[in-house]
């Protein structure tokens, strides 16, 4: 009985080992993105049915009780001990002990129970929970698509501009907002339409974007120094990732790049991918995303804050001169 015993714990100790490998290999494939793959599912299958084996033989063990020679090492005393006291099941058979009849005064008193009847109040807060009702239907005007709005620089004849736009779309909203007028359209049809008017009108105007079209912008590191940005570019579109813009960040104080290259992404199906990826040319690489400092954006052809030089409609305005050129173009060259 005692070469039984063995025989089972080792067999217990050995698929618990191969438990633990295959628990080792399913948390890195899904550290890899390899969660769905039939390996992956394959392994977990054949680690549930060890555990199942393994559970058996801990019950054949339990069921074997201990030895009957004294002396031996395998009694498992405790263990069936123990799992008997887990084990076991309240009885619930009468005792043998007399029947002893209980005083009055000691006797719980007998409850009468009385039906309640049914209090019927009014609700003075029914109609704002049928609105709330109202507004969690899939017909809400939140999951509309969002238009962006179109900001107008206010010149002389502003309110006549508005009056056209008006005329053509009377549903458009005007709004005063950080010295230019936000005109909100109600369809992105009407907003281009909005858009040609005013192109057409030599007007100036700055457009504001809306939050899915905004690229995502991540940063990839442990790349060489002196990678080229248009072969980093080729490899990522090979990868179906549909890219805006690659440069690669600066120190301006030492006049040195950085190993670090901010890559902006357009918003596709499968743009949240790129932080799965962990290597370019044999090399490991981290992606990040990248962390913006808590600064206004500054356009670099107009010089004007909160928007940037690709929804810039307004006049090009140099930074040194205050002419009608872009500041890196300017014949100055003195820093400012």
């Known amino acids: 009985m005692c070469r039984h015993i063995s025989r089972i714990e080792r067999d217990i100790s050995r698929k618990r080992e191969i438990i633990k490998s295959y628990d080792e290999t399913i948390d890195a494939m899904h550290y890899d993105g390899l969660g769905n793959t039939q390996q992956c599912i394959q ?3 054949k680690k549930r049915e060890l555990e199942d084996e393994v559970e058996k033989l801990e019950d054949n063990l339990i069921k074997m009780g ?14 069936t001990n123990n799992f008997v006291a887990d084990k076991q099941v309240r009885s619930t058979s009468p005792n043998n002990d007399e029947f002893k009849i209980v005083p009055p005064r000691k006797a719980a008193k007998i409850k009468k129970t009385t039906e309640l009847q049914e209090i019927s109040t009014s609700n003075k807060f029914k109609e704002l929970m049928e609105i709330d009702n109202e507004s969690n239907t ?10 962006p709005a179109i900001n107008l620089k206010i010149d002389a004849n502003y309110n006549l501009t508005l009056q056209e736009i008006n005329k053509l779309y009377p549903d458009t909203q005007n709004k005063l907002i950080k010295g230019f007028i936000s005109i909100q359209a109600t369809s992105i049809d009407r907003r281009n339409s909005i858009i040609e008017y005013l192109k057409n009108n030599n007007k100036e105007f700055f457009l504001s974007e ?16 002196n990678q080229n940005k248009e072969e980093l570019k080729q490899i990522l579109e090979d990868l179906n990732f549909k890219i805006i813009r690659i440069s690669q960040l600066r120190n301006y104080r030492m006049k040195t790049y950085h190993p670090i290259f901010l890559i902006e992404i357009a918003k596709t199906k499968n743009h949240l991918n790129i932080y799965n990826l962990k290597t370019i040319k044999h ?36 930074l040194k001169c205050e002419e009608n050129h872009e500041t890196k173009n300017c014949t100055i060259t003195t820093k400012i």
């Open 210 to 225: 809306a939050h899915t079209d905004r690229p995502l912008k991540v940063v990839i590191k442990d790349l060489p120094i």
């Open 138 to 147: 899939p017909n809400n005007d939140e999951t509309k698509i969002q238009i």
């Open 66 to 79: 201990i030895c009957s020679r004294m002396d031996c090492q395998k009694r498992h005393t405790v263990l």
């Open 283 to 318: 090399l490991q690489i981290k992606v990040e995303t990248y962390r913006k400092k808590n600064r206004a954006t500054i356009c670099f052809k107009c010089n004007g804050f909160f928007h940037s030089a690709r929804n810039c409609q307004l006049k090009t305005r140099c």
């Open 43 to 45: 392994d977990m299958l």
